[in-house]
Nanobody, 121 residues
């Protein structure tokens, strides 16, 4: 059974950094497409960054140049390095996995429970 467990969220001031991790288990991690999504209260879930099995990436315009997605296939772990954080980045962050290349569309089959990121001004 596919399991995704996020960690690394927290509270930071604007301009600060956080690194999120997503530990995956229960499937052939290296062959799956992976993504990071976020959802703020009252808003729809939005794609933040995605990565395929070869390491190709895609980013939402709002985070491009500030966030970096990466994966360590040996550790079955997905990362999101977030720099220059802004109050509008405040949200619950989720990792997702699928065999289909949904990229930034929230149609992935497998989801983690989420980790909260709060950025204060």
């Amino acid at each position: 059974q596919v399991q995704l467990v996020e960690s690394g969220g927290g509270s930071v001031q604007a301009g600060g950094s956080l690194r999120l991790s997503c530990a995956a288990s229960g499937y052939t991690y290296s062959s799956y497409y992976m993504g990071w999504f976020r959802q703020a209260p009252g808003k729809e879930r939005e794609g933040v960054a995605a990565i395929d099995s070869d390491g190709s990436t895609s980013y939402a315009g709002s985070v491009k140049g500030r966030f970096t997605i990466s994966r360590d296939n040996a550790k079955n772990t997905l990362y999101l390095q977030m720099n220059s954080l802004k109050p509008e980045d405040t949200a619950m962050y989720y990792c997702a996995a699928d065999r289909v290349d949904w990229w930034l569309l929230p149609r992935y089959n497998y989801w983690g429970q989420g980790t909260q990121v709060t950025v204060s001004s």
